[in-house]
């Protein structure tokens, strides 16, 4: 394909480095030459790491089949839906492609699309979730009314505190009107109309869930040591500040008691910009992309294997005392936001890691300037 007249085209290592599919350079043998930023996050190492280390230690595919064709360095190969292990990362289901490099023997590119974190990323399918999360519905008469006697008794207490002490009031109240608005788009979760949105600064609904958390457990110091790894330049995400309170809140509730028994408990909590990722429609047809992240994670020993797949339904709980309900109603707040979640564990470092992608906030269009005569 011809440039147009006058065009540069961009470098062969650039336009790699921008595909958001992990692409790898093997050199004859299947040994690791070079490979783009989404194979190493993909990888979960750093191209030092693996440059010069053989495939196969590195990911382990389940079909043998598989692995025979890719030795076959001269045919290509597509393969869909193949199980491998990733080392430290556990279990993934990708799309695998290899073809061979042109007029180089012995050399092959390969391509890997993880289709585990597509599936995440894909649209809910009604019916289960919505029906168990009726719940609230029938409940809201008999929660909103003790809600307002603590809201009453706040603003009573209020006008008795020292100054100093207001802000813990003021807290009380605020949290009172946020879960009554919760209560209320709770009791629109079987309906099929989603709550509108709005531009959020996510670092803002991050404190706020910080100060619920510790606010709650006042009467002794903080158990565990919380890591902020905030990026100040993201611009406002797409979802509800609302929502996004209760779902990091949620979140590090269950990172602090997951970590609770740790050496060293750590929860980390992380806002970066994660391009690459987005949905195949927005309501208007287009693609959705969802350049944001912000990751909760902690250094508990991580959630049984055999539950991992199942987290986000109902009712599957790994407390003693859960209900499970926790996190499907984070997936719910999370998809009206447009938003997806994910959740995975790295056993190298021993981090448990979940992940929330949101769209960035559409800013108006500026007017066109007059034209002075």
Not at 218 to 243: I, K, M, Q
Request: proline share 8%; charged share 25%; with cysteine.
């Amino acid at each position: 394909m011809s440039a147009a007249a006058g065009t540069i085209l961009p470098e062969a290592h650039r336009l790699l480095a921008s595909l958001p599919h992990a692409v790898v350079l093997l050199e004859p043998g299947l040994t690791i030459a070079a490979l783009n930023p989404a194979a190493e996050q993909f990888f979960g190492q750093s191209s030092r790491r693996l440059v010069g280390a053989a495939l196969q230690d590195v990911i382990s595919i389940s079909d043998r089949r598989v692995v025979d064709r890719l030795a076959d360095y001269e045919t290509p190969v597509s393969a869909r839906e193949v199980v491998v292990q990733l080392k430290g990362k556990g279990a993934r289901r990708v799309d695998i492609a290899m073809a061979p490099v042109a007029d180089t023997p012995g050399w092959q590119v390969l391509t890997v699309h993880d289709n585990s974190a597509a599936e995440a990323l894909g649209d809910d399918s009604g019916g289960p979730d919505n029906a168990v999360l009726r719940g609230p519905e029938i409940m809201a008469h008999e929660i909103k009314n003790p809600l307002a006697g603590i809201r009453g008794a706040a603003q009573l207490l209020a006008r008795k505190v020292d100054e100093r002490d207001r802000a813990l009031t003021d807290l009380i109240t605020g949290e009172v009107d946020r879960i009554a608005a919760l209560i209320e788009r709770m009791q629109k979760l079987s309906g099929r109309t989603t709550p509108p949105v709005e531009a959020c600064n996510l670092h803002e609904a991050a404190r706020r869930a910080i100060d619920v958390l510790d606010a709650a457990n006042c009467e002794a110091p903080r158990p565990f040591r919380l890591v902020e790894e905030f990026d100040p330049s993201l611009p406002p995400v797409l979802g509800s500040p609302d929502g996004l309170v209760q779902v990091l809140l949620n979140l590090l509730s269950n990172a602090a008691e997951a970590c609770r028994d740790a050496q060293e408990p750590r929860v980390v909590i992380r806002t970066r910009f994660a391009s690459g990722l987005q949905l195949q429609a927005g309501g208007d047809g287009a693609p959705l992309r969802l350049p944001v992240e912000v990751r909760v994670s902690d250094n508990g020993p991580g959630i049984d294997p055999a539950m991992r797949d199942h987290i986000f339904e109902p009712f599957v709980t790994t407390k003693k005392a859960g209900q499970g309900l926790g996190l499907p109603l984070v997936r719910k707040l999370v998809r009206d936001m447009n938003g997806r979640i994910t959740h995975e564990r790295n056993e190298e470092t021993g981090m448990t890691h979940f992940r929330i992608h949101l769209p960035l906030a559409r800013e108006p269009r500026s007017r066109p300037r007059r034209k002075q005569a």
